[in-house]
């Protein structure tokens, strides 16, 4: 069963439903960054819900950031998710480790700490959506439950989850996202919350060999359900030469005739997939030249 993404409506409620399956993108994920197990599964979730909310997006050019700032020692989380549900992610400190919790699960709440969401929205054109809640429990779904309710208003239900095996691979992984829209009744509400209850955890059902549409169709039992699509998903970065040389330039003349007097040629790691760009000396000269001519332009 490879990566999918799931869109579903009830016909009969005004009720959307969203889910995906992460499992190998947050192996690669864990693979790329080296994770231990527990920022394994806080990365994990993230990029799940960061994959969701990108495929919310109506532009073709959109993407969904989410970053979480606690004071834990996982440091920062960061996700982007693109509008077609591929991601990519990092975080501060892959080789956090906290002692398990008392139910054998990793305590990844105590890993992310106090501190805060933040969620921005680029369609691509005009300044992005930004919006910023503090976090529930660190736990990540509850977080963006939050999030949902206090910055979007829009009542919300997030199930996140990353099974780890024995090997530290990831053995499950995925979420969804359940959301009430206006004209939802008092009796749909508790129907749904009575659904979630019974359900159990996100990686528990795939675990038990559930496809999404199973566990579309057990988390809203009782309703009928149209699924509108069904799309691939996977860990994608789009670094390039040509964007680390513009990043490189937006530093100014001032830094980049520092690192040309200072450096015998520089090396440039991306964040999201640990490649590695290597510029010489006479690189930095044509890159020195490019930042010149732009500050003249710009007075």
Request: proline share 3%; glycine share 10%; with cysteine.
């Amino acid at each position: 069963m490879n990566d999918t993404l799931i869109r579903v409506i009830c016909r009969n409620a005004e009720i959307k439903f969203t889910a995906v399956r992460t499992t190998e993108l947050v192996e690669r994920a864990r693979q790329i960054h080296r994770t231990l197990p527990l920022a394994t599964a806080a990365l994990g979730r993230t990029l799940s819900a960061a994959s969701m909310m990108g495929r919310e997006l109506k532009d073709d050019n959109g993407s969904v950031t989410l970053q979480i700032k606690g004071n834990g020692p996982l440091g920062t989380i960061t996700a982007v998710g693109d509008c077609d549900g591929c991601v990519r992610g990092y975080l501060q400190n892959p080789a956090a480790e906290m002692p398990l919790k008392p139910d054998g699960h990793l305590d990844v709440g105590s890993g992310v700490g106090r501190g805060y969401l933040m969620v921005i929205k680029d369609i691509g054109v005009g300044e992005p959506f930004t919006g910023t809640t503090a976090l529930h429990n660190g736990e990540i779904a509850e977080d963006i439950t939050k999030y949902f309710a206090e910055s979007e208003q829009i009542p919300s239900a997030v199930a996140l989850g990353v099974l780890v095996d024995t090997d530290q691979s990831v053995k499950q992984a995925g979420g969804y996202i359940v959301q009430l829209m206006p004209g939802a009744t008092d009796e749909d509400i508790t129907r749904l919350e009575n659904n979630i209850a019974a359900a159990g955890a996100f990686t528990t059902m795939l675990e038990k060999g559930m496809s999404l549409e199973d566990i579309a169709r057990t988390v809203l039992d009782g309703f009928e359900i149209e699924v509108l699509e069904r799309v691939p998903v996977s860990y994608r970065c789009g670094c390039s030469h040509a964007k680390v040389t513009r990043a490189l330039i937006s530093l100014g003349k001032d830094e980049l005739t520092r690192l040309r007097d200072e450096e015998d040629g520089i090396e440039v790691t991306c964040q999201f997939c640990d490649k590695v760009y290597n510029l010489t000396r006479e690189d930095i000269d044509v890159l020195l030249t490019a930042a010149t001519a732009r500050e003249q332009e710009n007075g």
